[in-house]
């Protein structure tokens, strides 16, 4: 799969169903039915959408850490806390838990939006603030993270 686009304004109904944009369903179509995992986000109030295989694949670096190391197995109970598989219904419906609506504050008014290759999903109001708090560093951060001269740096 490449990498997903798009910023959509959706909502959720008292179930915490969430109905799949037209435009994301057709960007997902090759990896509808092999189904989801959905967590928690690490740095931000919100929620992250992992295709399985995506899922997969960062499972098996997470696999490598010692667990006999405890800050290794503090990250991997708590990286991994919440976390559901998840399913697309016949009508393009999300089901989102009640424990990870309440992690992320999500309403009826709902952001989803494509992160390269998962999709976050956050309260809309949230998602506004968090762009809105983001705006003034941008360009610093843009420059130190895409700005590089070296061989490392995509510029």
């Known amino acids: 799969m490449s990498s997903l686009i798009g910023t959509y304004e959706c909502k959720v109904d008292a ?3 969430l109905m799949l944009p037209a435009a994301l369903k057709k960007q997902l ?16 109030p919100c929620l992250e959408l992992y295709p399985m295989e995506q899922w997969e694949a960062l ?5 490598k850490l010692n667990r006999f190391k405890k ?6 109970r708590r990286f991994t806390a919440g976390v ?3 399913e697309v219904d016949v009508t393009g ?9 309440g992690f992320a504050g999500i ?8 992160s390269i290759d998962i999709l976050e999903i956050w309260d809309k109001d949230k998602y506004e603030q968090a762009i809105d708090d983001a705006m003034g560093d941008f360009a610093d951060l843009a420059e130190e993270v895409m700005g ?3 061989d490392d740096g995509i510029s």
């Open 59 to 63: 499972m098996q670096r997470v696999n």
């Open 107 to 114: 309403s009826k008014e709902i952001v989803v939006s494509s």
């Open 71 to 76: 800050k290794n197995n503090d990250f991997i």
């Open 15 to 17: 179930k915490g169903r």
């Open 93 to 101: 419906r999300v089901l989102i838990p009640k424990d990870l609506i």
């Open 148 to 150: 590089q001269d070296d």
């Open 29 to 44: 179509a090759p990896v509808l039915q092999n189904g989801f995992v959905l967590k928690r986000a690490v740095f931000q």
């Open 84 to 86: 559901k598989i998840i």
